[in-house]
């Protein structure tokens, strides 16, 4: 089957953006009074938890710290820890991975269709659109799946399901990127073959279920690549 839309993951795939959400969680905290500091082998160990709140909350479970907010007040401080993510993203914090710009482009002139699938909430990828695009989200993507609107977030293909629904697509029609053993896992139980070009918090993962891992998505060079990898798993019946 033709490959008809490629399904971008968004923090570390569209961008490398982790840096700048732990920098926005530790600047909310320190607003907050919280004691909390993420530093960066913290936060790698807590990006095995998918979702802002859900990382806030495994952060209380499993390092135990002395002054945890009570349950009812983390969907507060997530908030104020997105509205400082969308502040620093528009201060033009982070650009596009290479490749993506051109990927999208090259994706576009030959009417195949662009489509999100994250964990991270809907004014998350708004802004980063708007920052690293030029453009709002709706007039980039065809489709968005955000992770704020399953009820259960990647490694579960829930936001894959839900963008699939959105594109009226079946999957065998599609290509994910990600860049997270967690993503993949997401990609490949909505049926979705997928390719991966891991960041600095998710290299060294386990990538098994891959058709391809890739040092970065500027190595598939077009589009033409994703219809060769896609023809070959559909061929093949796995991974490349």
Known sequence: MKLSAII??????????????????????????????????????????????????????????????????????HAAKTRRYGELIAEGAVILRPGISELTSDARAQGRRLAIATTTSRPNI??????????????????????DEVPRKKPAPDVYLLALERLSLPAEACIALEDSRNGLLSAVAAGIPCVVSPGPYTIGQDFAEAQAVIPEFSDLGSVAALDAILGASAGLGGRT
């Not at 920098?23 to 979702?51: C, M, V």
């Not at 708004?126 to 992770?147: H, M, R």
């Open 126 to 147: 708004d802004a980063l659109c708007l920052a690293t695009f030029g453009a709002p989200t709706e007039a980039v993507f065809d489709a968005v799946g955000a992770g």
């Open 8 to 77: 971008f993951d968004v923090d570390g795939t569209l961008a490398e953006t982790e840096e700048i959400h732990r920098r926005a969680f530790n600047e909310t905290f320190a607003a907050e009074g919280l004691s909390w500091h993420w530093d960066q082998p913290t936060y790698r160990e807590l990006l095995k938890t998918t979702g802002g709140k859900e990382r806030m909350h495994a952060f209380i479970r499993d390092y135990d710290p002395a002054d945890a907010p009570a349950d009812e007040d983390i969907p507060r401080i």
